[in-house]
């Protein structure tokens, strides 16, 4: 299982930092990606993160605001979020690419290569 928390109402130019945490089974060579579903729009991938080796990739949209990191020890992965616009209104979503080796590969922004999700949550950015 995965459950996202940290989500909130924050005002342009504000942060805030989103955690991924895996109950019940062990992220270890895995592949965790970030998503998010604006209304009326798709789901579109904003970063991943290989586990292996923390190689990342992130959507251009967010690139120089968004950073998305782990911490091994407390089974959990962070997206941090600065900077932001009333743009980036969203559920955001967390999900895993599960591996039973260690790989070296890219980590994808395409969900239909994600294994499971989280139940999301959500981001305002509204003066």
């Known amino acids: 299982e995965l459950v996202e928390s940290g989500g909130g109402l924050v005002q342009p130019g504000g942060s805030l930092r989103l955690s991924c945490a895996a109950f019940?089974?062990?992220?270890?060579?895995?592949?965790i990606g970030w998503f998010r579903r604006a209304p009326g729009k798709g789901r579109e991938g904003v970063s991943c993160i290989n586990l292996n080796d923390n190689k990342v990739q992130s959507a251009d949209s967010v690139k120089g605001r968004f950073t998305i990191s782990t911490h091994g020890a407390e089974n959990t992965v962070y997206l941090q979020m600065n900077n932001l616009t009333p743009e980036d209104t969203a559920i955001y979503y967390c999900?895993?690419?599960?591996?039973?080796?260690?790989?070296?590969?890219?980590?994808?922004?395409?969900?239909?290569?994600?294994?499971?999700w989280g139940q999301g949550t959500q981001v305002t950015v509204s003066s």
């Open positions: 999900a895993v690419y599960l591996w039973d080796t260690a790989h070296s590969h890219a980590c994808p922004l395409a969900e239909e290569f994600y294994d499971f």
């Open positions: 019940r089974f062990t992220l270890d060579n895995d592949i």
